[in-house]
């Protein structure tokens, strides 16, 4: 197959081409519009060891009490203590569909609050609220010290879809 001969195909079958050319933007349009769009927020907390304790072993004590905190934030009872204490302040964002989940590297004193929902406002309010509580509600004997020093802000822009790839790649997919 030449060159010559992809031409006279296009020429001959060119309508068919540009269909399916078609086709593809709009599809690739319709994967970019059409879906709900979906923002996220974003809370960190950070630990420290109270220097009056005299804890032997700061990084052990901390990796070990964080793992302990970051389950209780992914658990369903807190969660829906912290929603039931939202419905007092905020009814719309306690409502709000959302997505819930934390994040902390082995060793690290930081834990992400991460919110993701259709709710622009909902994802601020719910990280802040759960990283809030995680700090109120910390047991008395703990030796952790948490402050909230990253706190969650509305998101200017929508995290997915992102139209510019999509229908990039529709086009690309289109011309071949």
């Given at each position: 197959?030449?060159l010559?001969d992809v031409?006279l195909?296009?020429r001959?079958y060119?309508v068919l081409?540009?269909?399916v050319?078609?086709?593809?933007?709009g599809l690739?349009a319709?994967?970019?519009?059409l879906p709900?769009?979906?923002?996220r927020?974003?809370a960190?907390?950070t630990s420290?060891?109270?220097?009056?304790?005299?804890?032997?072993?700061?990084?052990?004590?901390?990796?070990?009490e964080m793992d302990?905190?970051t389950?209780?934030a992914?658990?369903?009872?807190?969660l829906?203590?912290v929603?039931?204490d939202?419905?007092?302040?905020?009814v719309e964002?306690a409502?709000?569909?959302?997505?819930?989940?934390?994040?902390?590297?082995?060793?690290s004193?930081?834990?992400?609050?991460?919110?993701?929902s259709?709710?622009r406002?909902a994802?601020?309010?719910?990280?802040?609220?759960v990283?809030?509580?995680?700090?109120?509600?910390l047991?008395?004997?703990s030796v952790?010290?948490?402050?909230l020093d990253g706190?969650?802000f509305?998101?200017?822009?929508?995290v997915?879809?992102?139209?510019?790839p999509?229908l990039?790649?529709?086009?690309?997919?289109?011309?071949?």
């Amino acid at each position: 197959m030449e060159l010559r001969d992809v031409r006279l195909a296009l020429r001959r079958y060119w309508v068919l081409a540009f269909l399916v050319f078609v086709l593809c933007i709009g599809l690739g349009a319709a994967a970019a519009f059409l879906p709900t769009k979906t923002y996220r927020a974003r809370a960190a907390i950070t630990s420290l060891v109270d220097p009056e304790s005299g804890a032997g072993n700061p990084a052990a004590l901390i990796d070990y009490e964080m793992d302990n905190i970051t389950l209780r934030a992914e658990s369903r009872a807190f969660l829906e203590s912290v929603g039931q204490d939202l419905t007092e302040t905020d009814v719309e964002s306690a409502r709000a569909s959302r997505t819930i989940t934390t994040r902390r590297d082995a060793g690290s004193p930081i834990l992400v609050v991460q919110v993701e929902s259709p709710n622009r406002k909902a994802t601020a309010v719910w990280a802040n609220a759960v990283a809030n509580k995680l700090i109120d509600e910390l047991p008395g004997e703990s030796v952790l010290v948490l402050r909230l020093d990253g706190p969650a802000f509305a998101p200017r822009e929508a995290v997915a879809p992102k139209p510019t790839p999509i229908l990039f790649g529709a086009g690309v997919l289109g011309l071949f």
